[in-house]
């Protein structure tokens, strides 16, 4: 039978009596006109729309199986098999494009693999992907979008997923969502310039749990959120970033793992105002542009600069990083952390108000640097270059293998033509190479209770502590205005070399507080404090600490309360003073030197005039005089004023 209809108007039962039992069946129907159906009806298309379903627990709302079961769709609804070989784009975008329209999301089916090769699948819907596979290129456009748990192989040479807004309202989009996708590339398909996801002028983009080969492009996405990801340089084959975000992109780059980057690890141009980079692992960079991460303010004459329109590099935070196996590529300056100002217009017209600034680098791991195919270029952990207000602080520098012929100044810290630094409580140790290096024009740069020892692991040991030279066809180094306090340094050459140069000088900065192990250099110092320091020479260098140089007069410093000390058998000179004028040294204490404290002079009158040279002690000095005076033109002599110097014996129980 087809049914049986009931007219009556307060409904009605019929009964039935089967044959081979003696058991009657009723069947109810309700008040209002109704039918029974039969099996045929059930199985026709429309036939779930009448089976009532209840879904469990208290207050569950009663639906159909038919309404149930569109509450998600399928590839296969559309004529999808999902085998991995037919091509099928056709029904699985008619699968996107219906549950798009319906506001419904597409479910996949575990195991399978739907192959869309050579096709653009435009998605506008949520995607449950539970673990099955899509090869295909996806491009996504819309709001509150989710796409979670499926492996995207990608057909497309330049992108696997690309998430499509753009800056003309209304199709700048909100809340997308990409949660535990793996992103390949078909066999072939990828190249060095691949992205594997890319996005542009999406807000409160989420990318989590991911595993993503050839990196991420971010275009004007604010308030971002990249965390827990892998992001794959597929075995040092990625011509760019691993992530690169630019143009106002603004976030959080936290919990993630980068591996195998040919490129930059990460990339913030030319803008990354408030972005976050926290609690990741980098693991293998070989730095093909320089750096492992790059934070640039880039002034072009094209659209893509630096910009009030475009964003600035400020108030950027990366902290507690764990940096191993950065490998440089060649003989060019080397650097994991590089922050820097470049300006390439025709005419170039610079402001202190548009370089990098307010930028925080703490509590990072830099776990070695292997410079064995640098030659004689430069490298650096972290590399300052025309910025302001960047604190380095509570780093850890280890393993950094210079090499032999790796350029000295090499710094586990760089500082060039910058102004407000902080380097503060880092822990530094490098085989040969500097500790922190200061270039070019420096003012208001910070260098505290950094320790700079021997690794004891590796046994290396930095040739030099703290170092401002010239380099290369850079200008004379100055330094002004800055502060060299508690610092511990142990090296093999200089604790601290600052040397003279023409137009180069260190004015008004003070040194205190310092332990600085062998020799001690202030060339071309002027109104500078050094005092509350110990310094130690050993049997390979010179003297303690030296003053002045033989070329150019220094002037108006004080040098007082310092313990030096010649820590060798063989015994070196103290605190050699030379041309120097205008300058106090007093209360200081000098141990097992030659000389204690020797001023030295070229006969010339105003070289070493007006020096105030009073209540020293020098212990178990080997020369009979304290202090001693060479070459001093007797105009000179008549402005020195010395007293209360005492060369005393040393006693074993004075320790």
């Not at 129907?29 to 029974?36: E, G, K, S, T």
């Not at 992530?243 to 919990?255: F, M, R």
């Not at 300058?583 to 009158?605: E, M, R, V």
């Amino acid at each position: 039978m087809s049914g049986i209809k009931l007219n009556s108007a307060g409904g009605g039962s019929v009964t039935l009596q089967p044959e081979s039992t003696g058991v009657d069946v009723t069947l109810t129907v309700p008040a209002d006109n109704a039918m029974l159906v039969s099996s045929t009806d059930l199985a026709a298309s429309g036939g779930s729309a009448g089976v009532g379903f209840l879904p469990a627990g208290t207050g569950a709302v009663a639906t159909t199986v038919q309404s149930k079961l569109r509450e998600f769709i399928s590839p296969e609804d559309f004529g999808a098999t999902g085998n991995g070989t037919t091509v099928e784009s056709i029904a699985v975008q008619a699968a996107f494009t219906y549950a798009a329209t319906n506001k419904k999301t597409v479910r996949l089916t575990p195991g399978k693999t739907y192959n869309c090769t050579g096709e653009t699948l435009d998605v506008s819907c949520n995607i449950d992907g539970q673990g099955a596979t899509i090869k295909g290129y996806l491009r996504v456009t819309g709001d509150d979008i989710t796409l979670r748990d499926f492996y995207l192989v990608g057909t497309n040479s330049s992108i696997a997923l690309y998430l499509f807004g753009s800056t003309t309202v209304p199709t700048r989009y909100y809340r997308q969502k990409i949660q535990n996708v793996k992103i390949t590339f078909y066999a072939g398909v990828a190249t060095a310039d691949s992205f594997g996801l890319y996005a542009s002028n999406i807000d409160n983009l989420v990318v989590s749990g991911c595993n993503i080969q050839y990196g991420i492009q971010l275009i004007g996405c604010t308030d971002y959120l990249i965390d827990g990801n892998i992001l794959d340089g597929n075995n040092y084959s990625n011509n760019n970033e691993l992530i690169h975000a630019s143009l106002k992109s603004i976030g959080q780059i936290v919990n993630n793992t980068f591996k195998d980057s040919l490129d930059n690890y990460i990339d913030l141009y030319p803008s990354g105002a408030k972005t976050v980079v926290s609690n990741n692992r980098f693991l293998g960079c070989k730095c093909r542009t320089g750096a492992a991460v790059e934070l640039k303010v880039t002034l072009t004459d094209t659209s893509n600069t630096s910009s009030d329109t475009n964003g600035w590099e400020e108030q950027i935070i990366i902290s507690n990083n764990y940096f191993g196996n950065t490998v440089p590529m060649a003989a060019a300056f080397n650097t994991i952390i590089s922050i820097y100002y470049l300006d390439s217009r025709a005419v170039p017209s610079f402001s202190w108000a548009n370089v990098p600034r307010n930028v925080l680098i703490a509590d990072n791991i830099f776990d070695g640097m292997d410079t064995s195919a640098l030659g004689a270029g430069y490298a650096s952990g972290v590399y300052l270059d025309t910025v302001a207000g960047v604190i380095v602080q509570g780093n850890t520098f280890r393993d950094f293998n210079l090499g032999a012929s790796t350029v000295d100044t090499s710094s586990c810290v760089w500082v060039e033509n910058s102004r407000d630094i902080l380097v503060d409580g880092n822990r530094m140790s490098a085989k040969n190479g500097t500790g922190v290096s200061l270039h070019r024009d420096c003012t208001n740069v910070t260098v505290s209770s950094n320790h700079m020892l021997q690794d004891l692991n590796k046994s290396h040991t930095l040739n030099y502590g703290i170092r401002i030279t010239k380099e290369g066809t850079r200008a004379d180094p100055t330094v002004t205005n800055s502060k060299f306090t508690g610092n511990t340094i142990f090296c093999s050459i200089a604790a601290f070399r600052q040397l003279y140069y023409a137009a180069g000088y260190m004015n008004d900065c003070v040194v205190s507080g310092n332990v600085f192990q062998e020799q001690t250099d202030f060339q071309n110092i002027s109104r500078c404090v050094i005092s509350g320091n110990k310094f130690y020479v050993g049997s390979s260098r010179f003297q303690a600490i030296a003053l002045g140089n033989s070329t150019a007069v220094c002037a108006h410093n004080t040098v007082v309360n310092n313990q030096i000390e010649s820590n060798t058998t063989t015994q070196k000179p103290g605190m050699t003073v030379t041309r120097v004028r205008g300058t106090n040294i007093n209360g200081n204490i000098i141990k097992n030197a030659t000389y204690g404290i020797q001023a030295i002079g070229t006969s010339t009158a105003g070289e070493l005039d007006y020096l105030n040279i009073k209540d020293n002690f020098s212990i178990s000095q080997t020369q009979l005089n304290f202090p001693t005076y060479s070459s001093m033109n007797a105009g000179d002599t008549a402005t020195l004023q010395a007293a209360n110097n005492q060369k005393i014996t040393y006693y074993r129980d004075w320790e």
